[in-house]
């Protein structure tokens, strides 16, 4: 990324200096759309002094948005009927392996464009916090968010995600849940909450939701 902003658009840079909520429409992780949210989230920072801070929250959005790719590639998936039992939970996540490589999450971007399955990430400032949510228009299942929930609680207990991994074997987490438990080792090697971080289903979409206070007392 160029530390400076040249080719980056004005728009954002605009858009970061006023703390205006800032929208990133994806359908496949492209560095072009790394690098503009890398560089709105140093303006950001930047005006509370925060931009130590640009490694673990830039890392903790890049799991989020890639779990919600992978979502959208896994419904795609099933629709081409190459996941053809969703409860078998290991096969998924083979299936989905098969596809995690740059060529690859192309053609299902480009698939998921046509399917019109976005992920959207917003980056917003709320006085003085940040705000951070990932969206993807796919609903989770109850028994997935409870899955979820209780691996993002678990994870609040370790310092590192190779200790986590090592205590929590887990064949299937590699594939989704991985990412959450790295970022809730993120977030607390900046000593944000945990409960900061929250993962819910409305309306036919699911979200991924971290506030970070940029103040403290």
């Excluded at 205006?20 to 492209?30: G, N, P, Q, R």
């Excluded at 060529?103 to 709320?126: D, I």
């Excluded at 200790?163 to 790295?182: H, I, K, Q, R, V």
Aim: hydrophobic fraction near 40%.
């Amino acid at each position: 990324m160029d530390p400076k902003g040249r080719n980056i658009n004005p728009e954002i840079l605009s858009a970061a200096k006023k703390g205006s909520e800032i929208v990133f429409i994806s359908y496949a992780t492209l560095s072009s759309t790394e690098e503009k949210i890398k560089f709105a989230l140093l303006k950001l920072l930047e005006q509370f002094g925060k931009e130590d801070w640009l490694t673990p929250v830039f890392s903790c959005i890049k799991e989020l948005m890639a779990n919600a790719t992978k979502a959208n590639a896994k419904q795609i998936l099933v629709e081409e009927g190459v996941i053809s039992d969703t409860d078998d939970v290991i096969d998924v996540v083979k299936k989905i392996r098969t596809i995690l490589n740059e060529e690859a999450l192309l053609e299902y971007g480009v698939k998921a464009k046509k399917a019109r399955l976005t992920t959207r990430t917003y980056l917003k400032l709320h006085g003085d916090r940040l705000i951070v949510e990932v969206i993807n228009n796919l609903p989770l299942q109850k028994k997935e968010l409870m899955r979820i929930h209780d691996r993002i609680e678990k994870s609040s207990r370790y310092d590192s995600i190779a200790e986590f991994y090592l205590e929590n074997p887990d064949p299937a987490a590699e594939g989704m849940g991985l990412g959450l438990s790295m970022v809730v080792v993120l977030l607390k090697s900046i000593n944000i909450n945990y409960k900061n971080f929250s993962v819910v289903t409305e309306r036919a979409r699911t979200r991924a939701r971290i506030v970070f206070p940029l103040v403290t007392n």
